[in-house]
């Protein structure tokens, strides 16, 4: 659901902890070349507090063109952080390799000895994680802590470059996510698109899917964004194999719900391959779909290279999300 506007939100009291007023257990962000990756640690409560607060980073990108930019960030984040929780650690994962990325969520992530009693709870601003990491956080925690109560904060940009990514690596499953495929059934490919036709077009190519379901994201974050994603998908949309649908990016239990909806129908006569490409609340729908039917795999396409200099710009709307309790069949 929408807060408000960044300013508003720290005007009127700032970002509460999951659980009001009760010390969160954890504060995940990932600190990123993009200006918006800090806007949701800068709108805390002055009375934010967390037991350990995480500053995730990609280690490709301390070099380059952002490093100058993303040092900047993680300064500011720990500046903020150092003052709202009892320690802060810096976690260098990598989002080249898979393996090193799985090793640093989990020993940074989860509690050395959990009480089996007590809630664990975490705020994580989702905004600027990629999406494999951001899938595999959350799944570490929510079957990591025996009681998990995940808050996420988003925040949307005020407009996106001309590309967000380019180039392709290929083709992965999303750790813990790879699903239970029947090799008697064909495959379906369902695609929750932003603004990346190659990238979308290489997933299709590399599944070879007998059936598309391409998602447009209505209603957007932002209006802009959705006349952008019909243009930039026309040619995916022109496809033979490929049909529309539309889901929700703001919300996620009702991109979740809409999600539910569609696959139901082809869940016992397909394997479903879900590609989570647009909004990051949207993402975390895509996890709870597999989260709630094991028989659904998560992919990740694997860019060439972010556009570093020019990904987004500004901090638009904050938006504050809880997940929901794990979901059963």
């Known amino acids: 659901m929408l807060i408000n506007k960044v300013e508003q939100v720290k005007s009127s009291g700032g970002i509460k902890?999951?659980?009001?007023?009760?010390?969160?257990?954890?504060?995940?962000?990932?600190?990123?070349?993009?200006?918006?990756?800090?806007?949701a640690t800068e709108s805390l409560s002055l009375d934010y507090k967390a037991r350990k607060g995480i500053i995730y980073i990609n280690k490709e990108f301390y070099s380059g063109a952002s490093s100058e930019s993303i040092r900047s960030n993680i300064i500011r984040l720990q500046t903020i952080l150092e003052q709202r929780c009892d320690s802060v650690e810096l976690a260098i994962?990598?989002?080249?390799?898979?393996?090193?990325q799985l090793e640093v969520l989990k020993s940074t992530l989860l509690?050395?000895?959990?009480?089996?009693?007590?809630?664990?709870?975490?705020?994580?601003?989702?905004?600027?994680?990629?999406r494999e990491v951001l899938l595999t956080s959350v799944a570490l925690l929510r079957v990591g802590v025996i009681r998990s109560r995940i808050k996420v904060i988003y925040v949307s940009p005020h407009s996106h470059g001309q590309w967000l990514s380019r180039?392709?690596?290929?083709?992965?499953?999303?750790?813990?996510?790879?699903?239970?495929?029947?090799?008697?059934k064909q495959s379906l490919l369902v695609v929750l698109s932003g603004f990346e036709p190659d990238r979308t077009i290489r997933i299709i190519e590399e599944h070879e899917p007998r059936l598309v379901l391409l998602g447009l994201g209505d209603p957007p974050t932002n209006q802009e964004f959705l006349l952008r994603n019909r243009e930039e998908m026309k040619l995916v949309?022109?496809?033979q194999d490929v049909k529309e649908f539309e889901f929700p990016t703001a919300s996620i239990q009702e991109c979740l719900d809409v999600l539910q909806k569609l696959l139901k129908n082809y869940l016992q006569d397909y394997n479903i391959i879900l590609a989570p490409m647009s909004t990051k609340l949207s993402t975390i729908a895509a996890f709870l779909v597999a989260e709630?039917?094991?028989?659904?795999?998560?992919?990740?396409?694997?860019?060439?290279?972010?556009?570093t200099k020019d990904y987004s710009t500004g901090a638009d709307n904050v938006y504050e999300d809880w997940l929901p309790e794990l979901i059963t069949r």
């Open 111 to 130: 509690p050395a000895k959990p009480e089996q009693s007590k809630e664990w709870t975490s705020t994580i601003d989702i905004t600027s994680f990629n």
């Open 17 to 39: 902890t999951a659980t009001n007023d009760v010390p969160d257990d954890l504060y995940l962000v990932c600190a990123s070349y993009e200006p918006r990756s800090v806007a």
């Open 167 to 184: 180039g392709f690596r290929g083709i992965r499953n999303v750790m813990g996510l790879s699903g239970i495929q029947s090799p008697s």
């Open 292 to 307: 709630c039917h094991p028989e659904v795999q998560i992919t990740y396409a694997l860019p060439g290279e972010y556009n």
């Open 237 to 239: 949309l022109a496809r």
């Open 93 to 100: 994962g990598s989002w080249l390799d898979v393996k090193s």
